[in-house]
């Protein structure tokens, strides 16, 4: 009977620590995109776009930190006039979107709305946009 008892708290035991993890979890704050930079950001933070609305612009600009999750409102962050993605807040930014009827000029490039912009992380990169609207 002893034995039955040891193994049945035991059982019990390592049942419960299993669950640690999912319930620390489940309980952990939710934190803006930005506030969790990638892990080449960190070390590397070079290696992470950027993007500056040109002061030429007459808007706004609406930045993305994960461009997988795009058209998800929480990822999106306003890059004022003549400020860069980074002086805001956004260590990695993903992309823009262009809205209906607004043009995006970035370098050579011209891109019309509605679409969103995806910009890479290259060495350094500054993605400089003037947004008209």
Not at 1 to 6: A, C, G, P, Q
Not at 20 to 31: K, N
Not at 49 to 73: E, Y
Not at 77 to 93: F, I, Q, Y
Request: charged share 20%.
């Amino acid at each position: 009977m002893n034995t039955l008892r040891k193994v049945t708290v035991g059982a019990t035991a390592a049942i419960a620590l299993a669950a640690l993890p999912a319930i620390a979890q489940a309980t952990e704050p939710h934190r803006a995109p930005e506030a969790q930079p990638m892990d080449e950001c960190k070390v590397k933070p070079w290696f992470c776009g950027f993007i500056r609305n040109l002061p030429s612009s007459n808007q706004a600009l609406r930045v993305t930190t994960d461009w997988p999750r795009r058209n998800n409102p929480s990822t999106w962050v306003s890059v004022p006039r003549g400020k860069n993605s980074r002086e805001v807040g956004v260590l990695d930014a993903d992309g823009y979107w262009v809205a209906r009827g607004c043009t995006a000029y970035q370098g050579i490039f011209t891109y019309k709305g509605p679409q969103w912009v995806q910009v890479h992380d290259l060495p350094s990169a500054e993605w400089q946009v003037k947004y008209r609207c």
